[in-house]
C-alpha cells in the first residue's frame, strides 16, 4: 500500500502554528511554564527548525508578544476625523473589548507584573515608544480645553485601572460590580466615558470652540462666573479654576 505523502508546511504556515501553539500553552500555565522543547513537540516542529527561525524562546516569546499586546497592536491608532476626545474614548472601549476577550493579552500582563525579565523590559519599554505618537496627538489637540498638562498621567492611571478590574474580575466583585459580566463590561466602559467627559469637557457651541474657550473669552471680558458657568454648561469649579488662571 503507498505511503501517504506528508503535506509539506510553508514557513508562514510553521510560523502561525507555533503562534498558536504558545498561546494554548501560556493560556493554560503561563509564561514561566512554556519551554522551547514543549513548544517544538506541540507543533510538530525540530527545535532545529525553531532555532533557524528564533534565537532562543526569549526571541520567540518577544515576537509572539508583539502579536498580541494590545498596545503594541497596529490597530491602536487615531481617526483624524474625530475629536481628540472621541478618539481617547474608542483607545479605551477597544482596549476594554479586546481585553476581555483576549485570554493570551491577559497572560502578558500577569506575566509582566510577576517577571522582571529582559523580555518584559522590552515589552514595557517598547509600549512606551510605541505610544509616544499616540500621547504627542493628543497633547496638542487637546490642549485648549483639557485642565492642566497631565494626560500622561491621566491615560496611566486609567489603564492601570481597566487592567487591574479586567484582570481581577473573576476573583470578585469590585465596589459590588460584577465586571465579569457583560453588563459588568458595559457599566465600565460607561463610566470610561463620563469620567473622560469630567476631565475634558469638550462641549461646543455653534462657531466650533471648546467651551473652555468660550468661558475664558467671557471672563476676560468681565462676564459673572456664574452666567459664564450657566453659558457654557460648565461645573463652576471649573470656571472659578480659568478665572484665577
Known amino acids: 500500500m503507498e505511503k501517504q505523502k506528508r503535506t509539506r508546511r510553508t514557513k508562514r504556515t510553521i510560523e502561525e502554528e507555533l503562534f498558536r501553539v504558545v498561546e494554548q500553552l501560556v493560556v493554560q500555565k503561563g509564561f514561566n511554564g512554556v519551554t522551547f522543547s514543549e513548544i517544538a513537540r506541540?507543533?510538530?516542529?525540530?527545535r532545529r527548525v525553531l532555532y533557524n527561525r528564533f534565537s532562543g524562546l526569549s526571541d520567540l516569546l518577544d515576537k509572539y508578544v508583539q502579536r498580541y499586546d494590545c498596545w503594541l497592536s497596529k490597530s491602536v491608532t487615531f481617526n483624524p476625523n474625530e475629536s481628540a476626545v472621541n478618539n481617547i474614548k474608542n483607545l479605551f472601549s477597544d482596549l476594554v473589548n479586546r481585553l476581555y476577550k483576549n485570554q493570551a493579552m491577559q497572560k502578558i500582563l500577569i506575566w509582566e507584573l510577576n517577571d522582571t525579565s529582559k523580555t518584559t523590559r522590552r515589552l514595557a519599554q517598547k509600549?512606551?515608544?510605541?505610544?509616544?505618537?499616540?500621547?504627542?496627538?493628543?497633547n496638542e489637540s487637546t490642549k485648549d480645553f483639557r485642565n492642566g498638562e497631565l494626560i500622561n498621567e491621566f491615560l496611566s492611571l486609567f489603564t492601570a485601572g481597566i487592567y487591574y478590574l479586567i484582570l481581577?474580575?473573576?476573583?470578585?466583585?469590585?465596589?459590588?460590580?460584577?465586571?465579569?459580566?457583560?453588563e459588568g463590561k458595559d457599566i465600565l466602559i460607561n463610566v470610561i466615558f463620563r469620567i473622560i467627559d469630567c476631565v475634558y469637557p469638550e462641549e461646543e457651541s455653534n462657531t466650533g470652540y471648546p467651551a473652555k474657550v468660550i468661558a475664558r473669552n467671557l471672563l476676560?471680558?468681565?462676564?459673572?462666573?456664574?452666567?459664564?458657568?450657566?453659558?457654557?454648561?460648565?461645573?463652576?469649579a471649573v470656571i472659578e479654576d480659568l478665572g484665577n488662571k
Open 168 to 182: 481581577h474580575r473573576k476573583v470578585s466583585t469590585f465596589g459590588f460590580t460584577d465586571f465579569d459580566t457583560e
Open 42 to 46: 506541540e507543533a510538530k516542529v525540530e
Open 127 to 138: 509600549r512606551e515608544i510605541d505610544a509616544t505618537e499616540l500621547l504627542k496627538h493628543f
Open 220 to 236: 476676560q471680558k468681565g462676564v459673572d462666573k456664574k452666567i459664564v458657568a450657566t453659558s457654557t454648561g460648565l461645573p463652576i
